[in-house]
């Protein structure tokens, strides 16, 4: 890899040159085959279709960027993007496994999104265009506070369109449009620990990760069964990742689970509060849990979107007025309008 | 035949004071052992040693499994021996609140371990989950009522249930009777006798009843700070004992 000369070496011997984020971003490099170090520069025009982004822009700097000057690029200083990335990078050798990380306050409560921010800073590059969602919307306010943080802090260019984007920081739901190989996926987490709510004890969960004793995510399963006739989980529904970790897909409606499987895009999921950050590699299988006599199905709904029409994707239920008037819609904003205007 | 547990004189102090000195006992399949001797006297410690949940200072546990292997329990890795414990050994605790997962329905409490062993299919463990119920007197539409919803007696029929769903070979028992009324009382051990004859279970049972002793165990061993002052058939320790404590503990019965 060419890129050793831009990570800068003055981080390991302590100290924040305050202007690290003027010397380029070397971005988080994870998948890249070792032949195509010739191609290390992106198309000017297009995103960078590799799951690296961002090689150092050739324009360094000089007063290029748009993000003020009080901040690092991307907020975060380089220290802390080079702790997040080696956890990350753990995360992404181990899929599945939960890594621990010291997570940084972030200038957002938790429970929106500090762990999937952080993930989101340690990776971006200059190069990145950025969507984030929240609840499969575009235009929610978590998801358009996030979008304007990078924005003003990075000076990256964002997008709604899940087709541009090279980075996708979501809080509930994967976009409908096909990922690609060139896409990172990062998702918000509040719970990482699939089995927080049947074992309390933090030293038992690690035990039972550490060998593989995954009984009991069953027993929960049994318990909705007994309840409900049916497995009534239907976010946060556990999944087996590579054949050994079990995981839990953060808020995610079971409905995305089968799009996490095999999935060309790299997946990334951050905790801020409970400090933890786990990941599912390009192409890797992820089975979520089931009984023989009740296979795993997703939600399917009857009506179709009010909006675009159409019918077997995910829908919000809407409120449009207090005398008891709603409407179903699509929860992905940009698939639907996209299908609303290739309708006209 | 070698015993199914042995323990060669196991120690195990907590800062200067002595819990366990030296104590030695067997067991095989079919037995039922019970260790009696006064609050403090070392029997809990001893209990959780057995059950590998504590390392002793020093002493052996030997244990022979399925294939006939003799193992010390030091020498199996957690792993292992956290299987051992689902599948091999119960544990039927004196606070149910312990041994059981008091959120989570008799079910599916009993169907834990089966799902830990791998059994995936909902129907089967129903099925066998009702069939245990039954065993232990649990009325078949309990079975989706949470632990929390069930008498103290019940509870420590749901735990044995809960252990014995996988068909163990060794179960050690911590005053499962204690807190209970006497009829109440009388019924579990009943069940427990009846279980252990038709299992061939291996049974240790600590207790401070000398009638439960009686009632239940073929070997005693009598407990006093920490070390075995006496041990022998049950009815011959309790009817003529040798040992001064043993006496005394004899003698302290209050005849009903």
């Known amino acids: ?344 | 035949m070698t015993p199914l547990l042995s323990a060669q004189s196991l120690t195990k102090t907590y800062g200067g004071r002595t819990a366990c000195a030296g104590v030695d006992l067997d067991v095989t399949e079919g037995e039922v052992l019970a260790i009696v001797g006064e609050s403090g006297s070392g029997k809990s410690t001893l209990l959780s040693m057995l059950a590998g949940e504590l390392a002793p200072d020093s002493g052996e546990i030997r244990y022979r499994d399925r294939e006939g292997r003799v193992r010390a329990l030091h020498e199996i890795g957690p792993a292992e021996l956290r299987a051992l414990s689902r599948t091999d050994w119960g544990f039927v605790r004196q606070d149910a609140a312990q041994g059981l997962r008091m959120g989570v329905s008799a079910g599916g409490n009993v169907g834990e371990r089966l799902m830990g062993l791998g059994e995936r299919h909902y129907g089967h463990i129903r099925t066998r989950a009702l069939n245990w119920l039954d065993r232990v007197e649990i009325a078949a539409d309990r079975i989706d009522d949470p632990p929390t919803r069930f008498s103290g007696g019940m509870r420590q029929r749901l735990q044995i249930a809960r252990n014995l769903v996988t068909a163990p070979r060794l179960v050690l028992m911590d005053e499962p009777t204690s807190g209970l009324d006497v009829s109440v009382q009388a019924r579990l051990l009943d069940l427990i006798r009846r279980l252990s004859g038709e299992l061939g279970l291996a049974v240790i049972i600590v207790t401070h009843d000398l009638a439960v002793a009686r009632l239940l165990s073929h070997r005693i061993a009598v407990m006093r700070a920490g070390r075995v002052v006496e041990t022998g058939l049950t009815d011959q320790v309790l009817d003529d004992p040798a040992d001064a404590y043993t006496q005394l503990l004899v003698s302290s019965v209050l005849a009903a």
């Open chain 1, 1 to 344: 890899m060419s890129d050793t000369h831009d990570s800068p070496s003055p981080l390991c011997g302590g100290g924040y040159p305050a202007q690290q984020g003027e010397r380029g971003e070397p971005g988080l490099r994870i998948g890249r085959r070792a032949a195509d170090g010739d191609e290390l520069r992106p198309a000017p025009s297009l995103p960078s279709p590799d799951p690296l982004r961002g090689p150092p822009s050739p324009v360094e700097g000089g007063g290029k960027s748009s993000a003020p000057a009080t901040y690092n690029f991307a907020y975060l200083d380089e220290g802390t993007k080079r702790m997040i990335r080696r956890a990350l990078l753990k995360a992404v050798a181990v899929p599945g496994y939960q890594v621990p990380f010291a997570s940084r306050e972030m200038p957002m409560p938790y429970g929106w999104g500090t762990g999937g921010v952080q993930v989101t800073a340690a990776i971006l590059g200059r190069s990145d265009v950025l969507k984030v969602i929240d609840q499969g919307a575009d235009d929610t306010t978590n998801a358009v506070s996030i979008r304007r943080f990078f924005a003003r802090t990075a000076g990256v260019a964002t997008t709604t369109r899940t087709a541009e984007a090279t980075v996708i920081q979501t809080r509930h739901r994967i976009p409908e449009a096909p990922l690609t190989e060139g896409q990172t996926l990062v998702y918000q987490v509040p719970i990482p620990e699939p089995l927080r709510f049947l074992e309390p004890r933090e030293t038992e969960t690690r035990q039972m990760h550490a060998l593989a004793e995954y009984g009991l995510m069953h027993v929960k399963l049994y318990e909705d069964i007994s309840r409900h006739g049916h497995i009534a989980t239907t976010y946060a529904y556990p999944v087996e990742v590579a054949g050994r970790y079990v995981m839990d897909p953060s808020p995610t409606p079971k409905f995305d689970n089968p799009k996490m499987d095999d999935c060309p895009a790299l997946q990334l999921f951050g905790a801020g509060r409970e400090r933890r950050i786990y990941a599912v590699p390009p192409y890797t299988t992820v089975r979520s849990l089931d009984f023989e006599d009740h296979p795993f199905r997703v939600q399917t709904f009857s009506e179709p979107c009010a909006l675009c029409g159409a019918k077997g994707h995910y829908l919000d239920e809407v409120v449009t007025d207090d005398a008891g008037g709603r409407m179903f819609v699509c929860s992905d904003t940009d698939a639907c309008e996209t299908r609303r205007e290739d309708a006209r």
